[in-house]
C-alpha cells in the first residue's frame, strides 16, 4: 500500500468529518468497528480544546453483525448510554463503520428504536460507511441535523446568518476561525449558527429563519443548496468577504509567497473555499496565475479554469515535479515527493486531514518517520 493511501484513508473517513462536527456537543458517538469509525474520527478532534463528546466503538458479536440483529445493536448502544461518564450526554450519534454499512444494517430504525428507550435524547443516524472522505461525512452531518430544524419557524431574523462548514479541519488555527467571523461580523451581519464546530442542537434548529448562508468550506455547499431549495434562504461564499488573515496560518502562507520575487504560476493544495480565499489576496498582492488543487471536493459552481481534482498519489508527484508551478502551497506531508534541489519553493499550509500524526503542523516529514526510498 502506497504512503499517502496509508495516512489519508484510515484518517480522512466522512466518520472523521461527523466526529469533528459533534466535537463539542456533548454527544455519545457510537461506531460500529473498534477499529474504526468513532475511535478514528476521534484521533482527528482529540486536540480540540472544547472537545466534550465521548466516541466509542462497539465490541459486536460476530453471529450478530453477520444477522443483523437490531435488538443486539440497540441494546449495545443503551448499555453505553448508561455507563457512569455517559449518562449527561442529551445527543447520541450512530456511525456506520465500513462492514456494518457493507451488510446494510438499518442504523435509522435502530435509532428510532434505541429513542423509544431514551425519549429525552436526540438520536441522530448516520448513513456514512467509513470510505468516503471527511467533507462528504461533514455535509451528511449538516443535512442529518437539518432535519431536527423548526419548519414553523419561517419568520426571519434580519442582517443573520449561517455559516455553513467553519470547522476545525480545514481550519485547523484558531486565528483563521475568528478572522473568518470577523470578517462577517464587520459588514453588519450577526452569526445565528455554526455548521461544522458549534453544535449547539438549539441554534441549529433555528438555522432556517436566518437571511442569508454563507458557504465557508466545500462541505457546506450542499447543505446550503438545499436550505435555499426547502426554506428559501439564500447563499454566497466567503470569498464575497475580505478577510483579515493578519499573523494567522492562512496569513504566514501569504507572507511566505509575497517573500518571493516575482513568481509566475501558483499552485496551492487544499480544501477549494478557503484555497479560493487565498487566490484572492494572492492575486490582489500581484500574483499573475494562482491554481487550485484538492484531493476531496472541488464543485464547479467556484471551480476555475484549470482548477483540478488529485486522484492518486501517481498524479500528485508529477503535479509537484510540473516545472511551470514556481511555487506550491500545500500539507507539510506532501513534501515527501517534493525535490529540495529544485529553485522552486514550496510553502507548508497544514490541512490536519491528509496528516493525523501532527495536528500543529500537517504531519511527520515522510522522509524521518517512513523512510525515504
Partial sequence: MSYLWQTLLPFATDSTGICSMFADSKALIIG?????SAVRGYQLTEHREDKTSVNVGLQINEMALILGDLDYYVEKYYEHYNQKDHQDCDLIVLLHAPVSSMINLDIRLCAKMLQQKLPGVTV?????????YYDEGLSMAYQEVLKLADSDLKEKIPNTVNLLGLNTLDYPDAK????IQEAVCHQGYKILSVFGMQTDLDRLKQSVQAEKNIVVSASGIFAARLMEEKWGIPYSYLTDFIVDWKDSRMGQALQAVNALSNPKEILIIGEQVSSN???????????????VSSWFILDEEIKRDGDFVIQDEAQLKE???????????GDPVFKAFWDDSSKRSYIELSHPPVAPN????GGRHFREHRGHP
Fill in 176 to 179: 483563521d476561525r475568528q478572522a
Fill in 277 to 291: 480565499l487565498l487566490r484572492l489576496a494572492l492575486k490582489k498582492n500581484g500574483s499573475p496565475k494562482v491554481t
Fill in 358 to 361: 501532527n495536528r500543529a503542523f
Fill in 32 to 36: 460500529h468497528d473498534p477499529s474504526s
Fill in 124 to 132: 441522530l443516524p448516520m448513513d456514512n460507511n467509513g470510505n468516503r
Fill in 319 to 329: 503535479v509537484l515535479q510540473d516545472p511551470r508551478y514556481d511555487v506550491v502551497i
